[in-house]
């Protein structure tokens, strides 16, 4: 098992910034990618950013591109999201994940939450204008 913590989010003005973290524990070994998902009040799950875990490569959601950036520090089993010039829309929870098996070719695999095998318990940013 892997258990992931997150930490860092908050409450920002628009164009401010943030930086989340996530803490990975247990059989980190294990995890191929990680990455970073967000829920905004009444709607669906919906992908952020991922990272191979052993490096070279990342990926974003067309609507934080430019914006935020994904990145890790293998000594620390951490995986950080620095999200910058946010907005309002940015608002909501947003959970760290891990998978041990994604095939990060596809981008319908990259966002498919069931790709992904363990979640934090989440962090709240809210964005006000």
């Known amino acids: 098992q892997v258990q992931l913590v997150e930490s860092g989010g908050g409450l920002v003005q628009a164009g401010g910034s943030l930086r989340l973290s996530c803490a990975a524990s247990g059989r980190t070994f294990s995890i191929y990618a990680m990455g970073w998902f967000r829920q905004a009040p009444g709607k669906e799950r919906e992908f952020v950013a991922v990272l191979r875990w052993s490096g070279g490569g990342t990926y974003y959601a067309d609507s934080v591109k430019g914006r935020f950036t994904i990145s890790r520090d293998n000594a620390k089993n951490t995986v950080y999201l620095q999200m910058n010039s946010l907005r309002p829309e940015d608002t909501a929870v947003y959970y760290c994940?891990?998978?041990?098996?994604?095939?990060?070719?596809?981008?319908?695999?990259?966002?498919?939450?069931?790709?992904?095998?363990?979640w934090g318990q989440g962090t709240q940013v809210t964005v006000s204008s």
């Open positions: 994940a891990a998978g041990r098996n994604i095939d990060l070719t596809y981008y319908s695999s990259i966002t498919n939450l069931r790709n992904y095998d363990y």
